[in-house]
């Protein structure tokens, strides 16, 4: 079955403790990028990756880091998480080749006290 | 950068139908529409790829208009599974006509269909 997995799907943790969410896609797409939802602003785009070790800045970058060392892996890493970083993180990718739909994964609720 | 998406909310009585408009300020190469349920992951509904395209299925359907910067999706007849919020997500045309890569998503549009 085509999708993509985030791990954990819920979080919670303190101010400063290092942390890693986990986006697994098994479709072979090239594209893959991480949003964070808040209300009332909608879904902004915080990295994406072209391909392996192809990253870019999306729209809010402070505060996060991630690689693409493996097609089917982008991880989002919080160095020194903070509370405004609350949020919920979703993970997406597609073909770029295809112009294919966009996958979304499930999803990871994180709360930073 | 953002798209604007209007209305940001509809309520609807079953049956009754709904326009939700994008609008870019930049050229766009693509436009991509959403649909997400309430605790879900966004859901892809469709993408425009050139100006003037529509596309459609069931009874959703989107129309893109290149030269305008604007999309807009039409539920007709709307049924009560249609309730959530609609994103449209834009990516923009490069000047060498390349696509950018970047989707950048509007804030959505909530609709609430009433039995």
């Known amino acids: 079955e085509a999708q993509v997995t985030q791990n954990p799907r819920y979080l919670i943790t303190v101010t400063g403790k290092k942390l890693t969410v986990t986006c697994s896609q098994n479709?072979?797409?090239?594209?893959m990028s991480w949003y964070r939802q808040d209300p009332g602003l909608g879904l902004r785009q915080i990295y994406y990756?072209?391909?392996?070790?192809?990253?870019d800045k999306g729209d809010v970058p402070e505060g996060y880091k991630v690689s693409r060392k493996e097609k089917r892996n982008f991880p989002l890493i919080l160095e020194s998480p903070s509370p405004n970083q609350t949020s919920l993180y979703f993970c997406?990718?597609?073909?770029?080749?295809?112009?294919?739909?966009?996958?979304f994964g499930p999803g990871t609720r994180l709360t930073v006290l | 950068q953002q798209p604007v998406q209007s209305p940001q909310a509809v309520i609807l009585r079953e049956g009754e139908d709904a326009v939700i408009n994008c609008s870019s300020s930049?050229?766009?190469?693509?436009v991509h529409w959403y649909r997400q349920k309430h605790g879900e992951a966004p859901v892809f509904l469709m993408i425009?790829?050139?100006?003037?395209e529509q596309k459609g299925h069931d009874k959703i359907s989107a129309s893109f208009n290149e030269k305008k910067q604007q999309s807009s999706l039409y539920l007709t007849a709307s049924q009560l599974s249609y309730s959530g919020t609609y994103f449209c997500?834009?990516?923009?045309?490069?000047?060498?006509?390349?696509?950018?890569?970047?989707?950048?998503f509007g804030k959505g549009t909530r609709l609430h269909i009433l039995p």
């Open positions: 997406a990718s597609f073909g770029r080749s295809s112009y294919n739909e966009q996958f």
């Open positions: 479709m072979n797409h090239e594209y």
């Open positions: 990756s072209m391909n392996v070790e192809v990253t």
């Open positions: 930049k050229a766009l190469y693509s």
């Open positions: 425009l790829l050139k100006g003037g």
């Open positions: 997500g834009t990516e923009m045309n490069l000047m060498s006509a390349n696509r950018d890569d970047k989707i950048i």
